[in-house]
């Protein structure tokens, strides 16, 4: 494995215009009847269209002044997150269809992407080059076995997959585009700036899972202790995805971090392959 000090050089970041699920209904708790699992990833949906928005605009505030090529990566990683956006639009319809109310998580979202349209456009920058780092991470860890998704509904299961993949690809994106802006910083500003955005992020991550979480089970009537012991088991032991991840999370911190130092480009490639995506053409904002 190559430990690059930055993005290689021949990185393809492809956009894939899928659309999956389409005629098909999502059942209550779609993991395998595991209300916890569910749970999970249904917060992680409700604040995904939201989130990939203000990730596209974050990105985008800067691409101009960037260097050409990394003006065609922000392009390709605006056109992914974009499609993420409007599929996971998609699965929040299916998952209000099944019973689950998400407001609640849609409203402090939109909050959310109110206020931080007042935010400084680096803080914003550097809130997108944190939560990219979550999020390839966790979609390695998504990928690197197949526990995560044994019990899931097919489409589903490549909706997750699919998103994972792209995360992976353009994970480099908003960190080259960090520091490209950041230039006139030393490099222990740039440090400390993202060291301690990243620490904010991943608490507000935590604690927001745990916020809807409790959310979707006060709504199924299971808000019980012994609930909030197999999420503790289900996040932290086995599948664990919480516990796989703290590895990589620490290593962000590293003074000479580069998320193209872990090059899983083989992952995605063994992924796609059992996928078999079919693309449905270039527009992002089609819809059916």
């Given at each position: 494995?190559?430990?690059?000090?930055?993005?290689?050089?021949?990185?393809?970041?492809?956009?894939?215009?899928?659309?999956?699920?389409?005629?098909?209904?999502?059942?209550?708790?779609?993991?395998?009847?595991?209300?916890?699992?569910?749970?999970?990833?249904?917060?992680?949906?409700?604040?995904?269209?939201?989130?990939?928005?203000?990730?596209?605009?974050?990105?985008?505030?800067?691409?101009?002044?960037?260097?050409?090529?990394?003006?065609?990566?922000?392009?390709?990683?605006?056109?992914?997150?974009?499609?993420?956006?409007?599929?996971?639009?998609?699965?929040?319809?299916?998952?209000?269809?099944?019973?689950?109310?998400?407001?609640?998580?849609?409203?402090?979202?939109?909050?959310?992407?109110?206020?931080?349209?007042?935010?400084?456009?680096?803080?914003?920058?550097?809130?997108?080059?944190?939560?990219?780092?979550?999020?390839?991470?966790?979609?390695?860890?998504?990928?690197?076995?197949?526990?995560?998704?044994?019990?899931?509904?097919?489409?589903?299961?490549?909706?997750?997959?699919?998103?994972?993949?792209?995360?992976?690809?353009?994970?480099?994106?908003?960190?080259?585009?960090?520091?490209?802006?950041?230039?006139?910083?030393?490099?222990?500003?740039?440090?400390?700036?993202?060291?301690?955005?990243?620490?904010?992020?991943?608490?507000?991550?935590?604690?927001?899972?745990?916020?809807?979480?409790?959310?979707?089970?006060k709504q199924d009537g299971i808000d019980k202790p012994s609930i909030w012991l197999r999420t503790f088991w289900y996040l932290l032991v086995?599948?664990?995805?919480?516990?796989?991840?703290?590895?990589?999370?620490?290593?962000?911190?590293?003074?000479?971090?580069?998320?193209?130092?872990?090059?899983?480009?083989?992952?995605?490639?063994?992924?796609?392959v059992g996928l078999a995506l079919r693309v449905v053409g270039q527009s992002a904002a089609s819809e059916s």
């Amino acid at each position: 494995m190559q430990n690059p000090s930055r993005t290689p050089a021949d990185l393809v970041i492809k956009p894939r215009n899928v659309m999956l699920g389409r005629g098909e209904k999502c059942l209550r708790w779609w993991k395998g009847g595991d209300p916890v699992a569910t749970a999970f990833y249904n917060t992680l949906s409700a604040v995904f269209p939201v989130g990939e928005a203000f990730f596209i605009d974050s990105v985008r505030h800067y691409r101009d002044s960037l260097p050409p090529d990394l003006q065609r990566q922000v392009d390709a990683f605006i056109k992914q997150e974009a499609v993420h956006s409007r599929e996971h639009a998609f699965l929040n319809k299916q998952i209000r269809e099944a019973g689950f109310d998400l407001s609640r998580m849609e409203a402090e979202t939109n909050d959310w992407r109110a206020q931080t349209k007042d935010d400084p456009p680096d803080v914003n920058l550097a809130v997108t080059v944190a939560t990219e780092h979550l999020t390839a991470i966790i979609a390695h860890a998504l990928l690197k076995t197949d526990r995560h998704f044994r019990h899931d509904p097919p489409e589903i299961s490549r909706l997750w997959k699919w998103h994972a993949i792209e995360e992976i690809e353009h994970k480099s994106v908003a960190f080259d585009t960090f520091c490209a802006v950041t230039r006139d910083l030393s490099r222990y500003e740039r440090w400390k700036f993202r060291s301690m955005v990243l620490l904010v992020v991943s608490w507000e991550f935590v604690t927001e899972r745990v916020r809807y979480m409790r959310d979707l089970f006060k709504q199924d009537g299971i808000d019980k202790p012994s609930i909030w012991l197999r999420t503790f088991w289900y996040l932290l032991v086995y599948p664990g995805v919480f516990r796989q991840i703290f590895p990589a999370w620490l290593a962000f911190f590293r003074p000479n971090f580069h998320p193209w130092q872990q090059d899983d480009r083989e992952l995605i490639a063994k992924t796609e392959v059992g996928l078999a995506l079919r693309v449905v053409g270039q527009s992002a904002a089609s819809e059916s």
